[in-house]
C-alpha cells in the first residue's frame, strides 16, 4: 500500500481485513517489525482499540448495533467496523526536545508513525479546497493544516497555564480529519498566536460530516 493511500478509505473495514493487513505490512516493514507485532487491544462496550505502539497509529472499531464487545471473548471481528484512525507524531525538534507533550498516559507509548510523509484527501464536495489532497510529513505544522484545509469547523485546547494545559486542536468536520498539535507554541494563553508554527501529534481520521 502505497502513502498516497487515502486513510478514509479504510473506514467500515473489519479487524482482519486485507486492506488492513496490507498497511499494517508496510508499516512493520518499515520499522523492520516483521509480523510478529501484535496490538494492545483495549475492549469497551462501545469501541475496541487496537494500539500498534511502534507503528505509531491506533485502530477504533465500532461494535455493529447490539453487539457489546466487552461482554464477548474471544472479539467477533466480523461485529467490529473501522469507525477512527489515529496517526502519532513525536516532533523531536527546538520546539519540543522532550518529544510529545501529552497528559494521557497511554500517548506517551506511541513512536512516530513510521512514513516519511502520508496524503490526506479531502472531501471532494467541498469547493472551496483548492486542492484534493495534502501530504503530511512530521514536520508539518499548524499553518500548513489550515492553509490546505482552510479555517476549522471545529477548534479548542490551549488555556490555562503553559504548563499543564492541553495543546490546542482543530477539526475540519467535513473532511473527516482533527489535528492535535505539540509542543510549548501549542499550549498556554498565547497557544493559538503560535499554535501555527507548532508540530502535529495526533491525526485522527473519521467519516465525513455533514
Known sequence: MSTNTDLKALLGQQPESEALKTLLTELRVKVSAGDSLSPDVKTYSDAVYFNYYALGISLMFAPHKGYNPAKTSPLSHEKLALDS?????????????????????????????????????????????????????????????????????????????SNGSIGIWCEWSRDGVMVEFAGDEARGPQAWERGKDAYWRVITVFAPKK
Open 85 to 161: 484512525i489515529d496517526v502519532y507524531n513525536v516532533p523531536n525538534s527546538p520546539q519540543n526536545t522532550n518529544g510529545a507533550t501529552s497528559s494521557r498516559t497511554a500517548e506517551v507509548k506511541f513512536s512516530t508513525y513510521p512514513l516519511t510523509s502520508f496524503h490526506l484527501y479531502l472531501t471532494p464536495e467541498l469547493k472551496d479546497k483548492e486542492e484534493m489532497s495534502f501530504s503530511v510529513l512530521p514536520t508539518t505544522s499548524g499553518k500548513d493544516f489550515v492553509g490546505a484545509f482552510g479555517e476549522p469547523d471545529r477548534k479548542g485546547g490551549g488555556a490555562g497555564p
